[in-house]
């Protein structure tokens, strides 16, 4: 009987050992560079998945983060071990929103995670995901 106890409770250990692996979290900075001025504020919107990547979904968590000597910096702490993407803009008349020209190009400075750039529109996930398995540090810049 205290032989079926024992792996009983070492299987039951194990179920709690994996689940506490899989509720592993770690933070995120990003450093953000390029602005060419301090007024307003750079909004960041982190995905992590390609089905919502520049969408709007239950899944899409957002910051925002005040400009000083044309730099901002963001967290996101507690982000659990996964793949991930970031775009943002600098909102330099701090209204709220990106600003576009005709077509709906970008008027404000904006920029994506691996400095990622595309060709006629956005990037594609792809060349803007990165892995988040550390407490981690990515540099961005806007254009």
């Given at each position: 009987?205290k032989?079926?106890l024992?792996?009983?409770a070492?299987?039951?250990?194990?179920?709690?050992?994996?689940?506490?692996?899989?509720?592993?979290?770690?933070?995120?900075?990003?450093?953000?560079s390029?602005?060419?001025?301090?007024?307003?504020?750079?909004?960041?919107?982190?995905?992590?998945?390609?089905?919502?990547?520049?969408?709007?979904?239950?899944?899409?968590?957002?910051?925002?983060?005040?400009?000083?000597?044309?730099?901002?910096?963001a967290?996101?702490?507690?982000?659990?071990?996964?793949?991930y993407?970031?775009?943002?803009?600098?909102?330099?008349?701090?209204?709220?929103k990106?600003?576009t020209?005709?077509?709906?190009?970008?008027?404000?400075?904006?920029?994506?995670?691996?400095?990622?750039?595309?060709?006629?529109?956005?990037?594609?996930?792809?060349?803007a995901k990165?892995?988040?398995?550390?407490?981690?540090?990515?540099?961005?810049?806007?254009?």
């Open positions: 009987m032989k079926l024992f792996i009983a070492f299987i039951f250990g194990g179920f709690l050992f994996t689940n506490a692996q899989d509720k592993e979290t770690f933070n995120l900075t990003i450093e953000i390029g602005m060419r001025s301090d007024i307003g504020k750079v909004y960041i919107a982190l995905y992590n998945s390609e089905q919502n990547f520049l969408k709007s979904s239950k899944d899409t968590k957002g910051t925002s983060a005040v400009v000083s000597n044309k730099k901002a910096i967290h996101f702490k507690k982000l659990p071990k996964g793949e993407a970031i775009s943002l803009f600098h909102d330099e008349n701090d209204n709220k990106m600003d020209k005709i077509f709906g190009i970008p008027k404000e400075p904006y920029g994506f995670s691996n400095d990622a750039s595309g060709f006629m529109g956005p990037p594609k996930y792809k060349d990165f892995i988040v398995d550390t407490n981690k540090t990515i540099s961005i810049s806007v254009d």
